[in-house]
């Protein structure tokens, strides 16, 4: 067997999110039954580094398949380009425009796509000035019609950061923990580049449990209005009880996967699979076990 690595990219308007659903658009759904066509072999199962909800963007997600090696190289056909720069042109020959494999390669020795990951790299984009507003990144940066004060979401944002139980800001689902490690989350107004005049929000995470990011921002949007106080976030963290406002799915993009050298790969995995296992399994205590 090959273990093959996937490095895409997706505009998740038209899509139910990444997984997998009966008669609906999928990311995951579109991308396997192309790589069944170009393969020509049952439809491959993936495994990804984050799932997205629906309507979520991705600029740096990774995935991951397994083929028998008769499969791997007899994609090559008559080109003499190695396996992955062939299935990459091939798979760009069926796959829609809002779907673009940018790379695919051999993975390395121990490569899981989720649980080799060390961190995902979310950013959420708002405009809250008419002139930042651009129609053609309307699907892409959420507008908004109250101004924000990004300093105040920011000073509001840092007691999050940290390893807690996250479940006011998570979307609980039987069995699935909600510890997670937020690495960092900032809040800034860049002056200059693409993102000039925006309110962008980026979110690190060593992995994030369901609408979480979005969460995050719900409550962050509150403080930016002035319609809660700074310390609000943080008492909602405390209490374990939900009580904002999911942010809309379109100003969200994953923007990026971050994996330990080869030589950890294997390790990290393990680690990670232990860790989750773990935490599933510990007894949840005082608001947080309303949460199960």
């Not at 020509?40 to 028998?68: F, K, M, S």
């Not at 993975?107 to 000035?129: E, V």
């Not at 680690?271 to 989750?276: D, P, S």
């Amino acid at each position: 067997m090959v273990r093959v690595r996937l490095d895409l990219s997706y505009d998740g308007t038209r899509f139910a999110g990444w997984a997998s659903q009966p008669s609906l658009r999928t990311v995951q759904g579109t991308l396997e039954a192309a790589l069944g066509t170009v393969l020509r072999c049952v439809e491959p199962r993936l495994t990804v580094a984050g799932r997205t909800d629906a309507g979520v963007h991705a600029r740096g997600q990774v995935a991951h398949l397994d083929l028998e090696s008769e499969t791997w190289f007899a994609v090559r056909g008559r080109q003499t380009a190695p396996p992955g720069v062939a299935l990459t042109r091939r798979l760009a020959g069926v796959l829609p425009p809002d779907v673009v494999v940018h790379r695919a390669d051999r993975a390395p020795a121990g490569f899981d796509a989720r649980f080799s990951a060390l961190r995902r790299r979310y950013a959420y984009r708002l405009a809250d000035d008419p002139r930042a507003v651009d129609p053609l990144r309307r699907d892409h940066v959420l507008r908004h019609r109250l101004p924000l004060d990004e300093a105040a979401m920011d000073r509001a944002a840092q007691p999050l950061v940290g390893q807690h139980d996250f479940a006011a800001f998570c979307r609980p689902r039987p069995g699935a923990t909600t510890i997670r490690t937020l690495e960092g989350l900032e809040v800034r107004r860049p002056r200059a580049g693409a993102d000039a005049g925006l309110v962008v929000l980026g979110v690190t995470a060593d992995a994030f449990c369901h609408s979480m990011v979005r969460s995050l921002v719900g409550a962050l949007l509150a403080v930016g209005e002035g319609r809660r106080s700074e310390g609000w976030p943080a008492e909602l963290l405390t209490n374990g009880r939900r009580g904002v406002l999911v942010a809309p799915a379109a100003g969200l993009t994953l923007e990026g996967v971050e994996y330990p050298p080869d030589s950890g790969l294997a390790s990290r995995a393990t680690t990670t699979r232990a860790r989750r296992t773990e935490e599933a399994r510990a007894p949840r205590t005082g608001a947080s076990q309303e949460m199960t």
